[in-house]
T-cell receptor
Framework: DTEVTQTPKHLVMGMTNKKSLKCEQHMGHRAMYWYKQKAKKPPELMFVYSYEKLSINESVPSRFSPECPNSSLLNLHLHALQPEDSALYLC????????????FGQGTRLTVV | TQLLEQSPQFLSIQEGENLTVYCNSSSVFSSLQWYRQEPGEGPVLLVTVVTGGEVKKLKRLTFQFGDARKDSSLHITAAQPGDTGLYLCAGEGWGAQKLVFGQGTRLTINP
């Protein structure tokens, strides 16, 4: 099983809403990642969790709040987003602490209105 | 800052032709990944190469990691319309916890 599952697949939210994106993997991977991808651009790293601890925050605005409840789950809490935050949000996981052989989920298409 | 330059950015060819996509850097990477991405979907891992000079084959796709671990190539033989998509290379720096992505190659195979 090399599956990373993300929910929801699509999300439309207002600028005053609070919502959460969810990611789950059962490959025993100990590193999990959030990426943001704008149209026609490569993925941009947002956060890295290693062994359930936040190890990298790429200077992401505080309106994005990650959470890793356990080794299989990764959440991204969203609050007071801006229209320019509309993008495809991707979750990925990999073994141990290195990003090689990273597997990506299908993504959540987020639209902020 | 590690950068990966991918070329060409766009490629449109006829079914049955061969093609090569390149991924180059001035930096050394401990591993390099190739992904294919369909519109609105997440990238799908095709291969990881870790040894300088390594060659891996996946059906009609051949991946090579440069001897100096600074570059990689993806060669597709007898391209088919199902090969259409965005191809991304991504390198792992030494001791880094993140991937450096190339800008991608948007490949279109015309029937």
């Amino acid at each position: 099983d090399t599956e990373v599952t993300q929910t929801p697949k699509h999300l439309v939210m207002g600028m005053t809403n609070k919502k959460s994106l969810k990611c789950e993997q059962h490959m025993g991977h100990r590193a999990m990642y959030w990426y943001k991808q704008k149209a026609k651009k490569p993925p941009e790293l947002m956060f890295v969790y290693s062994y359930e601890k936040l190890s990298i925050n790429e200077s992401v605005p505080s309106r994005f709040s990650p959470e890793c409840p356990n080794s299989s789950l990764l959440n991204l809490h969203l609050h007071a987003l801006q229209p320019e935050d509309s993008a495809l949000y991707l979750c990925a996981s990999s073994q141990d602490q290195g990003p090689s052989w990273a597997f990506f989920g299908q993504g959540t298409r987020l639209t902020v209105v | 800052t590690q950068l990966l330059e991918q070329s060409p950015q766009f490629l449109s060819i006829q079914e049955g032709e061969n093609l090569t996509v390149y991924c180059n850097s001035s930096s050394v990477f401990s591993s390099l990944q190739w992904y294919r991405q369909e519109p609105g979907e997440g990238p799908v891992l095709l291969v990881t190469v870790v040894t300088g000079g390594e060659v891996k084959k996946l059906k009609r796709l051949t991946f090579q990691f440069g001897d100096a671990r600074k570059d990689s190539s993806l060669h597709i033989t007898a391209a088919q319309p199902g090969d259409t998509g965005l191809y991304l290379c991504a390198g792992e720096g030494w001791g880094a916890q993140k991937l450096v992505f190339g800008q991608g190659t948007r490949l279109t195979i015309n029937p």
